[in-house]
Each structure stands twice: as structure tokens, then as C-alpha cells.
């Protein structure tokens, strides 16, 4: 078993749908990363976050401590959002890295 | 803005050749990884650095070294590419508990 999860592993959404991607975790973390990366290569980092609830413009992420488990959502999507989205958490000096969601919205 | 550079973006080598990947960065980042991404194993670490000189193996250190002589600079080597090890290759720099910073990638073809 991975220790990190991400669902779902694909996922097509409607122009202006709200979306929810998910990241469970079975290792004490120290912080967890939500990472987006375009075609081509580039990872930019979205969030970082040990407690509670972050909000970036239309996204926004939350993280369950107890629960060992995160999630990212986008409100209002649109096709720039299409991109893959990586869960990545941190134990020590390494990140732990999940499978990535692959999110494709249409127009 | 944070930069993390890498230095070639697509590269075709020959089995056995010696191949060097440099990445630098210039915010005086403490730590600095190098990752591999291949289709369904998600992101790898191959070895990491945290300061000038330090280095420490990561997952996957098989067949691969580093050189970190400067704090801005941290540089993959592949001794004797294999074609195995064709991939796209990603630096990342992080000043410790904070946000990680990627290169654009690396793509490696080894044929």
C-alpha cells in the first residue's frame, strides 16, 4: 500500500463544475503539499499546510490531522485548470509523493 | 520570484555515456532534491542535499551521483547511461519547513 492515496486517479469535469480531488496519508507528517503540474514538466507549488483550511483565489485546501487526509477543491472550473495535481506530504526531510490526480475541464 | 533552473530541457544520449544534469537555484535554499517522474510511479527521490557537500541517497540512488560544491548548484550525474534510466528528471531547491520550488524538468532519452 502506497502511503500516500490520491482519488480520484482521473477525472473530466464541466466548464464552472466545483471539483474535489482527495489525498489520504498513512505516515506522521509535518506538513502536506498540493502541487500542480502542467504538460510540458513544470511543478508549481499550490499549498503547503499543517492544520486547519487554506484558500488560493478559487482553490482551497484542507487537511484532517486525525483523519490523515487532505483534500483540494476548485470552485467554478475552468479548462486552464486541466493539469495534473500531486499530493505530496513530508516526514522529515523527504516528501512522500502520491500518484497525481489528472483533471481535465472542458469548455 | 524563486528560480530554479535547470540547465537542459531534452537531451538524446548513447548508452554509456556520462551524463551531467545541473540545476541552480537563487534563493539561497539549504536543501535541494533531485526527483524522477515516469508514467504511473509518480515522482521519485533520488538523492537530496541540504547543505554545501552533503548529500544524502534518496529511493532510487542506484546508478546515479551528486555534486553539491556551491549552495546554489546542485548537479545529477549519470555515470554510464542506461536506457533504463530514460525519464524526465526534476530539481527542486526549499529553504527547510517552507515551500518547494521545481525546475522546469529535465527529459532524458537514452537510446
Known amino acids: 500500500k502506497n502511503e500516500v492515496e490520491q482519488s480520484p486517479q482521473n477525472l473530466t469535469a464541466q466548464e464552472g463544475e466545483f471539483i474535489t480531488i482527495n489525498c489520504s496519508y498513512s505516515v506522521g507528517i509535518s506538513a502536506l503539499h498540493w502541487l500542480q503540474q502542467h504538460p510540458g514538466g513544470g511543478i508549481v507549488s499550490l499549498f503547503m499546510l499543517s492544520s486547519g483550511k487554506k484558500k488560493h483565489g478559487r482553490l482551497i485546501a484542507t487537511i484532517n490531522i486525525q483523519e490523515k487526509h487532505s483534500s483540494l477543491h476548485i470552485t467554478a472550473s475552468h479548462p486552464r485548470d486541466s493539469a495534473v495535481y500531486i499530493c505530496a506530504v513530508r516526514g522529515g526531510n523527504k516528501l512522500v509523493f502520491g500518484a497525481g490526480t489528472i483533471l481535465r475541464v472542458k469548455s | 520570484d524563486v528560480k530554479v533552473t535547470q540547465s537542459s530541457r531534452y537531451l538524446v544520449k548513447r548508452t554509456g555515456e556520462k551524463v551531467f544534469l545541473e540545476c541552480v537555484q537563487d534563493m539561497d535554499h539549504e536543501n535541494m532534491f533531485w526527483y524522477r517522474q515516469d508514467p504511473g510511479l509518480g515522482l521519485r527521490l533520488i538523492y537530496f542535499s541540504y547543505d554545501v557537500k552533503m548529500k544524502e541517497k534518496g529511493d532510487i540512488p542506484e546508478g546515479y551521483s551528486v555534486s553539491r560544491e556551491k549552495k546554489e548548484r546542485f548537479s545529477l550525474i549519470l555515470e554510464s547511461a542506461s536506457t533504463n534510466q530514460t525519464s524526465m528528471y526534476l530539481c527542486?531547491?526549499?529553504?527547510?519547513?517552507?515551500?518547494?520550488?521545481f525546475g522546469e524538468g529535465s527529459w532524458l532519452t537514452v537510446v
Open positions: 527542486a531547491s526549499q529553504s527547510s519547513g517552507n515551500t518547494i520550488y
